[in-house]
Nanobody
Framework: QVQLVESGGGSVQAGGSLRLSCAAS????????MGWFRRAPGQEREGVAS???????TYADSIKGRFVISRDNAKNTLILQMNSLEREDAAMYYC??????????????????????WGQGTQVTVSS
């Protein structure tokens, strides 16, 4: 069983930055795909970024070049550095994980049913 706890959300002006963290309790977290998802009011939950056990990353087109996902397996932590935030980035952000130990594997953001474990979310608000 994996427990995920997000932090770092808050309110920021457009153009600003936020750093989200996800603390994970899991044995051998390095063997898991880790990812960030978000849900804006009235919209479906969407994938934002993922990172595999070997470090391969995937990003949604809408955030490429602005967000960076990273992981620290020794600290059981997943990070999402969000820069140049736009109003459209405002959402509840969720950390997620599923087990897949393959150094070359690129963790897909869809379908979401692949992702077995989810955090409670952290809110990001972006004002103009």
């Amino acid at each position: 069983q994996v427990q995920l706890v997000e932090s770092g959300g808050g309110s920021v002006q457009a153009g600003g930055s936020l750093r989200l963290s996800c603390a994970a309790s899991a044995y051998a977290l390095s063997q898991y795909c880790m990812g960030w998802f978000r849900r804006a009011p009235g919209q479906e939950r969407e994938g934002v970024a993922s990172i595999g056990s070997g470090g391969a990353t995937t990003y949604a087109d809408s955030i490429k070049g602005r967000f960076v996902i990273s992981r620290d397996n020794a600290k059981n932590t997943l990070i999402l550095q969000m820069n140049s935030l736009e109003r459209e980035d405002a959402a509840m952000y969720y950390c997620a994980a599923f087990e897949r130990y393959n150094a070359d594997y690129i963790c897909p953001l869809t379908p979401q049913w692949l992702w077995d474990y989810w955090g409670q979310g952290t809110q990001v608000t972006v004002s103009s």
